[in-house]
T-cell receptor, first 115, second 111 residues
Framework: NAGVTQTPKFQVLKTGQSMTLQCAQD?????MYWYRQDPGMGLRLIYY???????DKGEVPNGYNVSRLNKREFSLRLESAAPSQTSVYFC??????????????FGPGTRLTVL | ELKVEQNPLFLSMQEGKNYTIYCNYS?????LYWYRQDPGKSLESLFV?????AVKQEGRLMASLDTKARLSTLHITAAVHDLSATYFC???????????FGAGTRLFVKA
């Protein structure tokens, strides 16, 4: 099993350009997440999808859109990139257990620089 | 609004020493997670703590949860260099799906 995969691993954009970050999981998890990680700020949730066909905003959704294409895939789109979106982006997935825990499994990350 | 605070944010320690990382959270929750991140890598789950008084141990790491105090601790016993990493605690918001992460504790163990 590959777990959670993300593409690309690295990307450099110019201000105003658009791009889509791809994420796929092969663990048959219902829930998927997009986070950004900035130095000293931990992980901040951008969007999440509790199940196929649903998406919801997290803490920092402005400037981003998402698509839950099917159960496996959850993409993150930057329509008009800004330097403030320079960050490392992590995708994660989880499946709630009968006791209510939701341990997340993370992808390798995408390091994005916006010039 | 749920807030999660870790301290210290940076910890440099000698091999063989013991230390504790603290995680405080601001609202009621009964699910707390600890994750480890190696430099330049992704996050991996260490522990899930479900109830008041829960204690879990793996190797030199032991995590505990006090839901009344809204406090979790990650205790490191006889640290070794391989434990150098950033450790995050994370708490499930009531209602689920929005897990809030602390800022992380960057641990460096000197040989």
């Amino acid at each position: 099993n590959a777990g959670v995969t993300q593409t690309p691993k690295f990307q450099v954009l110019k201000t105003g350009q658009s791009m889509t970050l791809q994420c796929a999981q092969d663990m048959n998890h219902n829930s998927m997440y997009w986070y950004r990680q900035d130095p000293g700020m931990g992980l901040r949730l951008i969007y999440y999808s509790a199940s196929e066909g649903t998406t919801d905003k997290g803490e920092v959704p402005n400037g981003y859109n998402v698509s839950r294409l099917n159960k496996r895939e959850f993409s993150l789109r930057l329509e008009s990139a800004a330097p403030s979106q320079t960050s490392v982006y992590f995708c994660a997935s989880s499946e709630r257990t009968p006791v209510g825990t939701d341990t997340q499994y993370f992808g390798p990350g995408t390091r994005l620089t916006v010039l | 609004e749920l807030k999660v605070e870790q301290n210290p944010l940076f910890l440099s320690m000698q091999e063989g020493k013991n230390y504790t990382i603290y995680c405080n959270y601001s609202t009621t929750s009964d699910r707390l997670y600890w994750y480890r991140q190696d430099p330049g890598k992704s996050l991996e789950s260490l522990f899930v703590l479900l109830s008041n008084g829960a204690v879990k141990q793996e190797g030199r790491l032991m995590a505990s949860l006090d839901t009344k105090a809204r406090l979790s601790t990650l205790h490191i016993t006889a640290a070794v260099h391989d434990l150098s990493a950033t450790y995050f605690c994370a708490v499930d918001n009531t209602g689920g799906f929005k897990t809030i992460f602390g800022a992380g504790t960057r641990l460096f163990v000197k040989a």
